[in-house]
Each structure stands twice: as C-alpha cells, then as structure tokens.
C-alpha cells in the first residue's frame, strides 16, 4: 500500500481554540494548484467541538478520497459536517434528529466550515451550532445570512445533499436498494439529468394530473348536461300543458268580455226599440199631448227608464276599450316574436359559417393523414431490418464479451503495473532516502570544513582525470551498520583523517594536491592506502575469548567501507584489534587493563588506552569519555542500497515486459472498438429507419386521434337545421297562438254564443277544464325557457373545454419528447457504464426505464437487474433477493456510472464495502479507483474502516487517514516526514 499523502489527525483531550483562529472566514482566489477542482468540488472542511473532534482541518484533493480510520475514530463526523454545513437536513444523516446533537459532548456551541470551489472566487459556508437551542448562526463569506441564502448558492452548484445518489451517508446505504423505482428515477434525474430533465418530468406530472381534472370536468359537464336536457324535456311537457291550459283561460276571458257585450247589444236593441217607441210617442204626444194627458206620464216613465240604460252603455263601452287594450299588446308580443325568429335564424347562419371552418380542417388533417400514409406506405416498401438489428445486437453481445476478456486481462496487467510502479515508487524512496542521508553527511561536512567540501565537488566533476581509485573523505565513505556505534569511530579516528581524501596511487594523490591546493588554493588533507591490503586482517585474538569481559565485537566489525579505506584503517588505527565492550566490561575493568594483549579498548561511554613502560614495564592507562558523534551517525546500509538498485532493474524491466504486453491488448482492443463503433453506427442506422416507420405510425395515430376528435366535435348542420326550423315552429306557433288570440279577441266574440244563457254555459264548460290543470302557472315557461338557455351555453362550454383538451394533450406530447428522448439516452449511457462494470466483475447488471402506462408520468421508474452467480438470472435489485455485499456492488457500480456522467460537483458514499466478499470487493475497489481518478472528474469521498492488501493505487488519490486517542497530536503539530522515518526504522529494526 502507497503511503498516504495526507493525514488527518484529531484528538479527545486537547484545548479548544478561539474561534478567530479557526480559519479565514473571507474567500480566496483559486490558485493554480485547485484548477484541477471541478466547480463546487470541497477544499477544505473545518471542525471544532463537532462530535469526536475538538478540533482539525481536512484537506480534500480533487478526485478520489479514501478516508480510512478504524471505527469510532470519526470518519462518519466528517461526512456529518458536509451534509451539515451545506444545509442539509440532520434527518439525512439518521444520526440526531436535533442539529444540536451534533456539538461534542460537554460544549456548548459547535462550528463548522466548508470551502467549496468557484471560479472566481471560493465559497465558504460557515455554521455555528448552539446545542441548547438547536439553533445555528450561519455566514456567506464572512457576512451574516440565513439558512435560505445558503440554500440558494448550494443549488446554483447543484449540489444535492438530500439526492441518495449524490450523498450516500452510513446509516443511508441500505436504503439505497430499498429506493422505489420512481425514487430512484428522480434522484437519477437531479444528480446526473440535463439541466431540465427532472423539471420536464415534473411538468409532465402536474400536466397529467391537469388532463385527468380537465377530462373529469368534461364528463360532469356532459353529465350534467344530459340530466339537464332530461329537466327540460319535462318542462317542455309542462309549458304544452301550461298553453293548453291559457287557451281555456283565454277562451274564459273572452266569454267573460263578451257576456257584458251581448247584455250590451241587449240593452241597446231594446234601447233602440225604446227609442223608436218613444219618437212615436213624442209623435203621437204633439198630436194627442193636448188630448191625451195621460199619455204624458208614460212617456215621463218610459225617459225614467232610458237613464240606466245609458249608464249600462257607458259601462259595456269601457269593456270594449279594454278588449281593445288586449288587442295591442297581443300586437306587440307579435312584434317580439318577430325579432326573436330573425335572432334564430342568425344564429342559424353562424353555425353554417362554423360548420364550414370545421370541415376545412376535417379536410385539412385528412390530407395530412393521406400524405404520412404515402410516405410510411414507401417506408413500408423497404426490406425489414429486423433481422439485420438481431444479427447486429449479436455481434455486438460477442464484442462485449471480447472486450470483457480484454479488459479483463488489461485490468489483470494493469493491476500488476499499478503494483510494480507502486514497488518501484517505494524503492526509488528508499533509495532516495539514503541519498538524503549522503547529502546530510555532505552538508554537516560543508559547515565544518568548507574547503574539503568544494574539494569533493571538484573531485566528482574531475575523476577522469585520475588512473586508480581515489575515495571521498572517510567520514562520506564510511557507514556504519548501526549508528550506536558511530561515538566509538569519531573518538577514534581524528577529525583530520575524517576529512582526508583516499588515493589508491601516489601519483594521483600528487596530481590532486597539485590541483586542488595549489590551483584552487583549497585546504584540504589527503591519505594513501597500504601497497599491500590490510583490511582483511585477522585479530590477534578471537572475540569469543573476550566475551568473559563484556567485550563483543570489534570496532572494524561495526561499519562498511571501500577495501582501501578499510585498509588504511586497519593499518593506521588497528580498527580489527580494538575490541568494544558493555557496563560488564567498565565493572570489571581494573582486571581487563592487566590483559598484556589490549592496547585500546573502548566500554559503553570511556575509551582506555593502555601503555608499557619499555624500560620499566610500568603499566599506565589513560581513559577518556566517548563524546556523542556528530557525523557518523547517518548510516547507509551499503548492501541494501545494491539491493535496492538491483531491485529496481528488475521492476523496470518487467514493467517494460508488461508495457508491451499492453500495447499488444490495447491494439486488440482497439481493433474492437473499431468494429463496435461501426456495428453501433449500422444499429443506429437501422434503428432510425426501423424508429423512422414508428414515427410515422405514431403521427397517424395522432393525427387520425384528432380527426376523430374534430369529426365527433363536428357541427351536425342538418340537425341544427332541423333545430332552428324547430324552434322557429316553435315560436310560430306562439305567434300563431297570439295572433289567435287577437282574431279571437277581434273577430272571436263572433263565435261565441250570442245569448247570455248560452254564454254561462260554455263559461261553465271552460272553467271546468280549466280546473283540470292545478299547479300550472307562467313559471313552467320561463323555467323551460331557462332550461334551453342552459342546454345551448353547455353545449358551447363543452366544445371550448374539448378543444382546450385536445390542444393541451398536444402540447403534453411534445412536452413528453422533450422528456423521454433524453431520458433515454441517459438511461442507455448509465446502462452501457453499469453493465461494462459488471462485466469486470465478471458478473452480468442492467439498468433500463420502468413503465406500467404510457401516460402515467408519476409511475416512470428506473428498475435495475443484477446477476452475482453464473446459474442464476439477472433479478431485480431489492432488499430481499440481493445479500447485503450483493447490494453494497450494485450501488456502488451505480453510482460509479453516474460518476462517468460527471454532472455534480462531488460524491459521498460511506462505508458502502461493508459485507462485500473479497474478491467483489478487490474489483469494485478497482473500478472506483479508475473512474474516480479520471480528468475533470467528480471529487468523490469513499468512507472505510479497512481495505484490502495489495489494492492497486494512483497518484490521482488522495489518502485521508484518520486517527483519535487522548495522547494524539494537533492537527497542525503533525509531520509527516517524522511519522515516515519512524516507521521506516521500526521496520528495519524489526527486520
């Protein structure tokens, strides 16, 4: 495993840091390093007093980041704080419902802060949470706003922290598979839909719902309208028996005007004969008025009689003129029902001239529908491509089956080059690690003694010019194999020939002190190696007999060097006879010093030299105290670096092995991808000529759906002619029944009987009839008339309203193309990614749209099918048929093909290999990692407490280790290189 490149580290115990030193609350300009971030990618995620953290800062890179910890260290709290400072709600996280909750335990405010990506200017969103009372206080930029604000610049960088499919934390994961099929169509929509796509989806919805009120509507009102032509007829069998009732009642008045009349003509014959009677009299009185006195008092009596008679007149004259008044208005009623005939025959005319607009466009989409029938008639006329597309679909299942193979064994190669660039990456480190080392050395002997340093740069560029072996000061060529013993060899050997140069022959060593000290004026010191080796030199006794002492090494035996060098010292500081003993050897030292054979010998921290008098044997020993070493202490293992060397020209040479190999698989590969984009654009071909007859079928049917609609919504003329003629009998025959009236009236008492006796009874006669219709006033006619008014707006709100629905179903239909088309095209990229991985897993998915009725938008779904095992067959993803790891792949390999579709700025998806086995595990590991760490991919978080050995890892990612305990470090006391050189001589000890 790479080690990580960054860290995470946090910790239960440490002290809580003003807000003001958090972090900048003011946005930055993008730098050149996070233009590789995609626009509202996160850069850094900010935690105090927030769950498990006091305190610490999480760096993010811009595509893959695998945030590993063991459990409880706080992975999850960072997924947390990025749900929550993008103003996601807590119920998304299932953790606590209350946002307070989120604030660690025994504080009373928590903060967090996000950085996201803009070109422009980053956006950072701060939130400070306030555990009593779940309230938060958040800031844009550094400036005060509310909750909505945030919410607004969240969604115009389409981050959606509520969409499964964008943000899968732990608690959610298992309900990835539980999602319905229109659940997880809509996530889909928003997370990787054009722009649009969801909105369409949406308008769609509401618009069906819309039809569905509007088609209601129409039949309540067509209902309704029914019912009320059903009223009507039964008030139009009312008003026939109201009429029939009114012609006896008028028959009545008329009896009644005339019975005045006839007692008037009564009167006034028998006035007339009065008057006859007395213009006789008043005759015979001129004669007989003399002579006949008596006759005057009858005619005084007969005068008597004529006054009343004249009072009955003037009486009869005033019935007349009110039989006269009658007559007029019936006049004018005549009148009106003239008007109202001229109206119906109006309306008459307008509908002949709808009608007549109505058969145009009968005719018009009739046309229409006879040239489509051409032109589908001359798509008919060629072959069926039907088998071409089967032939071409089975090619084409054969070239995936090929490319699976080829990218399985692409996989397989480039797995085993990720493992060896990742072993040759860690020898190189290694290697380059003991080169620090070397530079190390050089630099603490460059501020010692600069001319010896420049001497060493001088030699470098200038080894051509000597004929033997010339060595670089000891204290650059010696390496000790363990640095305990680095005091003993700088006590030991001086300063001087520390920093000598080691010339194999005389003449060189000439030539370099001529050039060196005379030319570049440079002091510097330079030694030669004995003629003859010595460095192989036996001591003169063997450690074993000293092992008494304490004493278990010798000083030659503690570090490597060039035979020269070795040779030099072993011949000038006896280095193979300078035994190196412990605290036993310093207790009993006094007993050591007498052994005649120990000349200098070193304890854990004194150096003894021992000397014999020559003249008097006198023994006198001189010790001193081993001084810490300041330049030998860096050791290089000699053998280790060849090995390493070594190692790293068998990398590169089976690297270039499997290179070739690899260009090999790619050629074949590319050989199919050639024949998969020609078999692809053939298909498509075929399935616009095949879509083409589809097209056309579909346009028919429309356009015949709308003929039938204009033909059923059609004007029926000769109905409404046969209506108006109707209603103008109809209304005649009112007018016949006034000007009836008005004959009656006028011309009428002339045949009615002409005898009061006759007249009271054909009275009589009349209103026993009459009394025969009870209930039956001028109600029932303004209530019939009421009803016809009715049934005529109807029927013009129920045309409007059909139209209206047609128009709108039109409009829904081509609302529906701007939906479904790219939907499914969608769909077929996700399904192309989705299978292709399941392919590599060498396990079979699919994805495709769900549909029970065409028109139901609200049922659409997407329906995943997956198939684990060889025998079995492909079945729908749930939370029954799948085991726990089955689902964990699906929805990982889901979401991995919605990465491909790159449209939000990042995803979340945690602890999501829990339950995985570890083959299915190793493969989808290897496809998140190759399609994750793409260019201009989305930023993705993978959240786990463990991973597999031996995964194969790029550059591209970035490793967030997290890590918690009472004893850690401050997120910015931690150094990585110390970490690293810790673990790295553990190792070598432990080796």
Same mark, same amino acid.
């Given at each position: 495993?790479?080690?990580?490149?960054?860290?995470?580290?946090?910790?239960?115990?440490?002290?809580?840091?003003?807000?003001?030193?958090?972090?900048?609350?003011?946005?930055?300009?993008?730098?050149?390093?996070?233009?590789?971030?995609?626009?509202?990618?996160?850069?850094?995620?900010?935690?105090?007093?927030?769950?498990?953290?006091?305190?610490?800062?999480?760096?993010?890179?811009?595509?893959?980041?695998?945030?590993?910890?063991?459990?409880?260290?706080?992975?999850?709290?960072?997924?947390?704080?990025?749900?929550?400072?993008?103003?996601? &709600?807590?119920?998304?996280?299932?953790?606590?419902?209350?946002?307070?909750?989120?604030?660690?335990?025994?504080?009373?405010?928590?903060?967090?802060?996000?950085?996201?990506?803009?070109?422009?200017?980053?956006?950072?969103?701060?939130?400070?949470? =306030?555990?009593?009372?779940?309230?938060?206080?958040?800031?844009?930029?550094?400036?005060?706003?509310?909750?909505?604000?945030?919410?607004?610049?969240?969604?115009?960088?389409?981050?959606?922290?509520?969409?499964?499919?964008?943000?899968?934390?732990?608690?959610?994961?298992?309900?990835?598979?539980?999602?319905?099929?229109?659940?997880?169509?809509?996530?889909?929509?928003?997370?990787?839909?054009?722009?649009?796509?969801?909105?369409?989806?949406?308008?769609?919805?509401?618009?069906?719902?819309?039809?569905?009120?509007?088609?209601?509507?129409?039949?309540?009102?067509?209902?309704?309208?029914?019912?009320?032509?059903?009223?009507?007829?039964?008030?139009?069998?009312?008003?026939?028996?109201?009429?029939?009732?009114?012609?006896?009642?008028?028959?009545?008045?008329?009896?009644?005007?005339?019975?005045?009349?006839?007692?008037?003509?009564?009167?006034?014959?028998?006035?007339?004969?009065?008057?006859?009677?007395?213009?006789?009299?008043?005759?015979?009185?001129?004669?007989?008025?003399?002579?006949?006195?008596?006759?005057?008092?009858?005619?005084?009596?007969?005068?008597?009689?004529?006054?009343?008679?004249?009072?009955?007149?003037?009486?009869?004259?005033?019935?007349?003129?009110?039989?006269?008044?009658?007559?007029?208005? &019936?006049?004018? @009623?005549?009148?009106?029902?003239?008007?109202?005939? +001229?109206?119906?025959? /109006?309306?008459?005319?307008?509908?002949?001239?709808?009608?007549?607009?109505?058969?145009?466009?009968?005719?018009?989409?009739?046309?229409?529908?006879?040239?489509?029938?051409?032109?589908?008639?001359?798509?008919?006329?060629?072959?069926?491509?039907?088998?071409?597309?089967? +032939?071409?679909?089975?090619?084409? #299942?054969?070239?995936?089956?090929? #490319?699976?193979?080829?990218?399985?064994?692409?996989?397989?190669?480039?797995?085993?080059?990720?493992?060896?660039?990742?072993?040759?990456?860690?020898?190189?480190?290694?290697?380059?690690?003991?080169?620090?080392?070397?530079?190390?050395?050089?630099?603490?002997?460059?501020?010692? =003694?600069?001319?010896?340093?420049?001497?060493?740069?001088?030699?470098? /560029?200038?080894?051509?010019?000597?004929?033997?072996?010339?060595?670089?000061?000891?204290?650059?060529?010696?390496?000790?194999?363990?640095?305990?013993?680095?005091?003993?060899?700088?006590? =030991?050997?001086? $300063?001087?020939?520390?920093?000598?140069?080691?010339?194999?022959?005389?003449?060189?060593?000439?030539?370099?002190?001529?050039?060196?000290?005379?030319?570049?004026?440079? #002091?510097?010191?330079?030694?030669?190696?004995?003629?003859?080796?010595?460095?192989?030199?036996?001591?003169?006794?063997?450690?074993?007999?000293?092992?008494?002492?304490?004493?278990?090494?010798?000083?030659?035996?503690?570090?490597?060097?060039?035979?020269?060098?070795?040779?030099?010292?072993?011949?000038?500081?006896?280095?193979?006879?300078?035994?190196?003993?412990?605290?036993q050897t310093e207790a009993m030292i006094k007993t050591v010093i007498e052994e005649p054979y120990l000349k200098v010998l070193y304890t854990t921290d004194q150096k003894y030299t021992v000397k014999k008098s020559f003249y008097s044997n006198i023994v006198s020993t001189k010790n001193t105290t081993v001084y810490p070493p300041r330049y030998l202490s860096i050791t290089v293992d000699a053998e280790q670096k060849r090995q390493l060397e070594q190692q790293m020209k068998v990398c590169q040479s089976r690297l270039q092995g499997i290179d070739e190999q690899l260009n090999s698989v790619q050629k074949e590969a590319a050989v199919l991808d050639r024949r998969d984009n020609e078999l692809l654009t053939e298909k498509k071909s075929l399935l616009e000529l095949k879509g083409k007859r589809r097209q056309l079928e579909q346009k028919i049917s429309t356009k015949q759906d709308r003929l039938r609609q204009l033909e059923q919504s059609s004007i029926d003329l000769k109905k409404i002619e046969a209506e108006t003629k109707e209603k103008i009998i109809a209304v005649n025959s009112k007018k016949t029944s006034i000007v009836t009236a008005m004959l009656a009236q006028m011309k009428a008492f002339s045949k009615l009987p002409d005898t009061l006796d006759e007249l009271d009874a054909m009275l009589n006669e009349e209103r026993t009839r009459a009394d025969c219709f009870p209930r039956l006033s001028q109600k029932v006619v303004e209530e019939c008339s009421k009803r016809e008014k009715e049934i005529k707006e109807l029927e013009h709100e129920l045309a409007e309203k059909n139209d209206a629905l047609i128009a709108f179903r039109q409009r829904m239909s081509q609302a529906k193309e701007n939906w479904l088309n790219p939907l499914k095209e969608l769909l077929e990229q996700i399904n192309e990614k989705f299978s292709e991985f399941f392919r590599?897993?060498?396990?079979?998915?699919?994805?495709?749209?769900?549909?029970?009725?065409?028109?139901?938008?609200?049922?659409?779904?997407?329906?995943?099918?997956?198939?684990?095992?060889?025998?079995?067959?492909?079945?729908?993803?749930? @939370?029954?048929? @799948?085991?726990?790891?089955?689902?964990?792949?699906?929805?990982?390999?889901?979401?991995?093909?919605?990465?491909?579709?790159?449209?939000?700025?990042?995803?979340?998806?945690?602890?999501?290999?829990?339950?995985?086995?570890?083959?299915?595990?190793?493969?989808? $590991?290897?496809?998140?990692?190759?399609?994750?760490?793409?260019?201009?991919?989305?930023?993705?978080?993978?959240?786990?407490?463990?991973?597999?050995?031996?995964?194969?890892?790029?550059?591209?990612?970035?490793?967030?280790?997290?890590?918690?305990?009472?004893?850690?470090?401050?997120?910015?006391?931690?150094?990585?290189?110390?970490?690293?050189?810790?673990?790295?001589?553990?190792?070598?000890?432990?080796?």
């Open positions: 495993m790479e080690i990580p490149r960054k860290k995470i580290r946090s910790s239960h115990g440490e002290q809580s840091l003003p807000a003001s030193g958090v972090t900048s609350s003011q946005p930055r300009e993008a730098n050149k390093a996070e233009s590789t971030f995609v626009e509202g990618a996160v850069l850094r995620i900010t935690m105090k007093n927030f769950l498990t953290y006091d305190y610490t800062v999480v760096h993010p890179g811009p595509n893959l980041n695998m945030v590993i910890g063991a459990n409880g260290t706080g992975k999850s709290s960072i997924v947390c704080a990025i749900c929550l400072s993008l103003a996601g &709600k807590a119920t998304v996280l299932e953790r606590d419902d209350k946002v307070g909750g989120y604030v660690k335990k025994g504080c009373n405010q928590g903060f967090i802060e996000i950085e996201l990506f803009k070109n422009g200017g980053n956006i950072i969103i701060n939130r400070e949470i =306030h555990a009593k009372t779940n309230q938060s206080v958040w800031r844009l930029n550094g400036k005060t706003c509310n909750q909505k604000t945030v919410e607004e610049e969240i969604k115009a960088l389409q981050i959606q922290v509520n969409n499964l499919c964008q943000f899968l934390p732990q608690e959610k994961v298992g309900q990835f598979a539980k999602m319905s099929k229109i659940e997880l169509l809509e996530a889909t929509e928003k997370s990787v839909g054009p722009p649009k796509l969801y909105e369409y989806h949406c308008e769609l919805k509401n618009s069906r719902v819309k039809d569905r009120e509007m088609e209601n509507v129409i039949k309540e009102r067509t209902s309704y309208l029914e019912k009320t032509k059903q009223r009507y007829e039964t008030n139009k069998l009312d008003e026939k028996r109201y009429y029939e009732k009114k012609r006896h009642l008028d028959v009545i008045e008329l009896l009644e005007k005339k019975t005045p009349w006839v007692e008037y003509e009564t009167t006034r014959e028998k006035l007339e004969c009065v008057k006859k009677e007395r213009d006789q009299a008043r005759r015979q009185l001129a004669v007989l008025k003399q002579s006949h006195a008596p006759m005057l008092s009858k005619l005084q009596a007969i005068e008597e009689q004529l006054k009343p008679s004249d009072a009955q007149m003037k009486e009869k004259s005033a019935a007349i003129k009110d039989a006269s008044l009658k007559c007029k208005e &019936k006049q004018d @009623q005549l009148d009106r029902i003239h008007k109202q005939i +001229e109206d119906i025959k /109006q309306a008459f005319k307008m509908k002949q001239t709808e009608e007549d607009d109505q058969r145009k466009r009968i005719e018009n989409v009739k046309l229409l529908i006879k040239d489509l029938e051409v032109v589908l008639a001359e798509a008919g006329n060629q072959p069926d491509v039907t088998p071409r597309i089967s +032939e071409v679909n089975a090619e084409l #299942r054969n070239i995936q089956l090929e #490319r699976g193979k080829v990218e399985e064994e692409k996989a397989d190669l480039r797995r085993e080059k990720d493992n060896l660039s990742a072993e040759l990456r860690m020898l190189e480190k290694k290697l380059n690690d003991m080169n620090n080392m070397m530079i190390v050395k050089e630099e603490k002997l460059r501020g010692r =003694h600069r001319d010896t340093y420049s001497a060493v740069q001088w030699l470098r /560029q200038n080894r051509h010019l000597f004929s033997g072996n010339v060595y670089e000061p000891l204290m650059l060529v010696i390496n000790m194999k363990d640095n305990r013993f680095a005091k003993y060899m700088e006590n =030991h050997i001086s $300063f001087n020939d520390l920093r000598a140069f080691v010339f194999q022959k005389k003449d060189d060593l000439d030539k370099f002190m001529t050039e060196v000290r005379e030319n570049l004026k440079l #002091r510097v010191n330079a030694i030669i190696a004995p003629a003859e080796t010595c460095s192989r030199a036996s001591p003169s006794r063997h450690i074993e007999s000293l092992r008494r002492f304490g004493f278990f090494t010798y000083l030659r035996e503690t570090f490597d060097a060039p035979d020269e060098v070795m040779s030099y010292l072993c011949y000038q500081y006896k280095v193979h006879e300078i035994p190196i003993g412990n605290e590599v897993m060498k396990c079979a998915g699919e994805v495709d749209l769900h549909v029970d009725h065409e028109d139901e938008y609200d049922k659409y779904g997407i329906n995943i099918r997956v198939k684990f095992h060889e025998s079995s067959q492909l079945h729908e993803l749930t @939370q029954f048929h @799948q085991s726990g790891g089955e689902r964990s792949v699906s929805t990982m390999l889901y979401l991995m093909a919605l990465q491909e579709l790159n449209r939000c700025p990042f995803r979340v998806v945690d602890e999501i290999n829990q339950g995985m086995d570890p083959i299915n595990e190793r493969r989808a $590991f290897d496809i998140l990692v190759r399609t994750a760490c793409k260019e201009r991919t989305s930023q993705y978080f993978f959240i786990t407490p463990k991973l597999l050995k031996n995964l194969s890892y790029v550059e591209e990612m970035t490793v967030l280790c997290v890590q918690n305990g009472p004893h850690m470090l401050r997120s910015n006391e931690w150094d990585n290189r110390v970490f690293l050189q810790l673990c790295h001589r553990k190792k070598e000890a432990q080796a």
